[in-house]
C-alpha cells in the first residue's frame, strides 16, 4: 500500500504543476479565492472557463492539459503504459474522471495575510473510494498469484505474466467501479490555501498545498 501511495503522490504531482502553471491579473483577495476555485476546477472537473482567467490558453490545450493529468494518473499507477491495454485505460480514465467530478468542495472568500499573500479556505468532504479500494485490490493480487501456484495458468513464463496481467486489471477496474458506486462521504474539512501575488499582475499557489489537499480529499492520507 505504501508502493501504491507513492505512485499516486508523484502523479497527482505531475497533475499539479500542470494546474499550477496558472498566473493572472490580481487585485484583491476575491481574486485569490477565484484562482483556487479555478484551479481545482480545472484538476477534478476539468472545467475550462474559469481557468482562462488566468493562464493564455486555448481550450483544447486547457483540455490537453486536464486529459493528459487523467492519462497519467491511471497509467502510472492503475493500467501501466501498455499499449495492448488502450481501451482498458481508456475505461479507467473515463472512471477516474467520474470521481474526480464526484469530488465535493466549497471556496470560501480570500482573506488578505500581508501585503501579498492571501489565504482561501476551502471546506471538502473526503472519499473513502481509494481506502476501500486498496484492501480489495490486495485481495485480488493475492487471489491471483494463489490462482497461479496452482496451475491455472499455461504457456511460457511471459504468457503466463500477461495472462496475469489482463486478469488483474480487467478485475481492479470493476472493483474501482464497484468501490466507487459505494463511495461514501466522509465528515466535512477545512484546508486554507495560501495564494501568494508575485509582481504587479501574477498569481501562485504552492504545489504541495494541492497535493496535500488532492491526498486529502481522496483520503489518501489514511491509507
Given at each position: 500500500?505504501?508502493?501504491?501511495?507513492?505512485?499516486?503522490?508523484?502523479?497527482?504531482?505531475?497533475?499539479?504543476?500542470?494546474?499550477?502553471?496558472?498566473?493572472?491579473?490580481?487585485?484583491?483577495?476575491?481574486?485569490?479565492?477565484?484562482?483556487?476555485?479555478?484551479?481545482?476546477?480545472?484538476?477534478?472537473?476539468?472545467?475550462?472557463?474559469?481557468?482562462?482567467?488566468?493562464?493564455?490558453?486555448?481550450?483544447?490545450e486547457l483540455e490537453e492539459m486536464y486529459?493528459?493529468?487523467?492519462?497519467?494518473?491511471?497509467?502510472?499507477?492503475?493500467?501501466?503504459?501498455?499499449?495492448?491495454?488502450?481501451?482498458?485505460?481508456?475505461?479507467?480514465?473515463?472512471?477516474?474522471?467520474?470521481?474526480?467530478?464526484?469530488?465535493?468542495?466549497?471556496?470560501?472568500?480570500?482573506?488578505?495575510?500581508?501585503?501579498?499573500?492571501?489565504?482561501?479556505?476551502?471546506?471538502?468532504?473526503?472519499?473513502?473510494?481509494?481506502?476501500?479500494?486498496?484492501?480489495?485490490?490486495?485481495?485480488?493480487?493475492?487471489?491471483?498469484?494463489?490462482?497461479?501456484?496452482?496451475?491455472?495458468?499455461?504457456?511460457?513464463?511471459?504468457?503466463?505474466?500477461?495472462?496475469?496481467?489482463?486478469?488483474?486489471?480487467?478485475?481492479?477496474?470493476?472493483?474501482?467501479?464497484?468501490?466507487?458506486?459505494?463511495?461514501?462521504?466522509?465528515?466535512?474539512?477545512?484546508?486554507?490555501?495560501?495564494?501568494?501575488?508575485?509582481?504587479?499582475?501574477?498569481?501562485?499557489?504552492?504545489?504541495?498545498?494541492?497535493?496535500?489537499?488532492?491526498?486529502?480529499?481522496?483520503?489518501?492520507?489514511?491509507?
Amino acid at each position: 500500500m505504501k508502493g501504491y501511495k507513492r505512485r499516486c503522490l508523484a502523479v497527482i504531482m505531475l497533475i499539479c504543476v500542470l494546474a499550477s502553471g496558472m498566473t493572472g491579473c490580481s487585485q484583491n483577495a476575491e481574486d485569490a479565492s477565484a484562482y483556487v476555485q479555478a484551479d481545482l476546477d480545472l484538476i477534478f472537473q476539468g472545467e475550462k472557463e474559469g481557468a482562462k482567467q488566468f493562464i493564455e490558453a486555448s481550450d483544447k490545450e486547457l483540455e490537453e492539459m486536464y486529459e493528459n493529468g487523467i492519462t497519467a494518473f491511471v497509467e502510472n499507477y492503475l493500467t501501466g503504459t501498455d499499449d495492448s491495454q488502450q481501451t482498458l485505460t481508456e475505461s479507467y480514465a473515463y472512471l477516474v474522471k467520474e470521481i474526480f467530478r464526484a469530488m465535493r468542495y466549497q471556496v470560501g472568500e480570500g482573506k488578505k495575510k500581508n501585503g501579498s499573500i492571501f489565504e482561501v479556505e476551502v471546506q471538502y468532504e473526503p472519499v473513502d473510494v481509494f481506502t476501500t479500494f486498496i484492501p480489495k485490490l490486495q485481495q485480488e493480487t493475492d487471489r491471483i498469484e494463489q490462482a497461479a501456484k496452482n496451475g491455472k495458468y499455461e504457456g511460457t513464463d511471459e504468457e503466463i505474466q500477461q495472462a496475469m496481467m489482463s486478469e488483474y486489471l480487467i478485475n481492479s477496474y470493476e472493483l474501482l467501479k464497484e468501490s466507487y458506486i459505494e463511495m461514501d462521504y466522509l465528515e466535512k474539512e477545512t484546508y486554507t490555501f495560501t495564494v501568494t501575488k508575485e509582481g504587479r499582475d501574477s498569481l501562485s499557489m504552492d504545489e504541495d498545498e494541492i497535493t496535500t489537499f488532492i491526498v486529502r480529499i481522496l483520503a489518501l492520507d489514511k491509507l
